[in-house]
């Protein structure tokens, strides 16, 4: 399935995408931060498949330009008996940062979470010092509630460093909307 939106289509993955989910991987400025697995392509196509043949609880989608160039991955980890999913995202070519792409992305995913999928609550793990999600977030209006602080939860860069626990809750992104557009042409 596909999902359109302003500036991106967020289109189902496949098995040919794992060779640039492994060089963004080999990027530390993009690895910090999350929870990378699959360091070789056969790895990745192999947690590719894995995640197609459990699409019911794994909705993860390759992110593509207008234009279809691939730029990035997103998705939800979901408890379905709990209405709940664990969100990630990231943009992988580096060039496209700041080209407003992540915005929407997590704009597009949590209104798919919320309205399509019927989700009640979307939760991350952000690193405290991840200053670019912080700010994306705040941007996005600062749905949801810090619900608490995860010690020494990452390791990137020689040590271990916190994290910060997030989660909204449907109610509270619907209701977010106009301070959303106080904060973007949106
Ligand atoms: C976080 C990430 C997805 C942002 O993607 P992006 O496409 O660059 O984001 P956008 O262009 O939509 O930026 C939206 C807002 O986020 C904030 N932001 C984005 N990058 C930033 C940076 N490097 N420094 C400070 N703020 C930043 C800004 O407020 C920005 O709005 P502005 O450009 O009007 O000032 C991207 O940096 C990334 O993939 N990082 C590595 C992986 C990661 O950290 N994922 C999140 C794990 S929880």
Redesign the pocket.
């Known amino acids: 399935m596909e999902i359109e939106s302003k500036k991106v289509n967020l289109r189902a993955m496949r098995l040919d995408d794992a060779g640039h989910f492994v060089s963004w991987l080999k990027d530390p400025?993009?690895?910090?931060?999350?929870n990378a697995h699959g360091e070789s392509v056969e790895a990745q196509r192999e947690l590719i498949a894995q995640a197609l043949n459990h699409h019911d609880t794994s909705k993860i989608f390759s992110v593509e330009t207008k234009d279809g160039a691939l730029i990035?991955k997103t998705g939800f980890f979901i408890d379905k008996k709990n209405s709940n999913a664990e969100?990630?995202?990231?943009?992988?070519e580096?060039k496209?940062?700041?080209?407003?792409?992540?915005?929407?992305?997590?704009k597009t995913m949590w209104d798919y979470g919320f309205k399509a999928l019927g989700l009640h609550r979307i939760y991350?793990?952000?690193?405290e010092d991840?200053?670019?999600?912080?700010?994306?977030?705040?941007?996005l209006g600062n749905p949801g509630k810090i619900e608490g602080k995860k010690r020494e939860h990452f390791f990137y860069d020689g040590a271990f460093h916190d994290a910060i626990h997030i989660a909204i809750l449907r109610d509270e992104w619907l209701k977010s909307a106009p301070e959303r557009k106080k904060h973007?042409s949106e």
């Open positions: 400025d993009i690895s910090r931060f999350i990035g969100f990630f995202i990231f943009i992988g580096k496209f940062w700041r080209g407003g792409y992540g915005y929407d992305v997590c991350s793990d952000i690193a991840n200053v670019p999600i912080k700010n994306l977030w705040k941007k973007t």
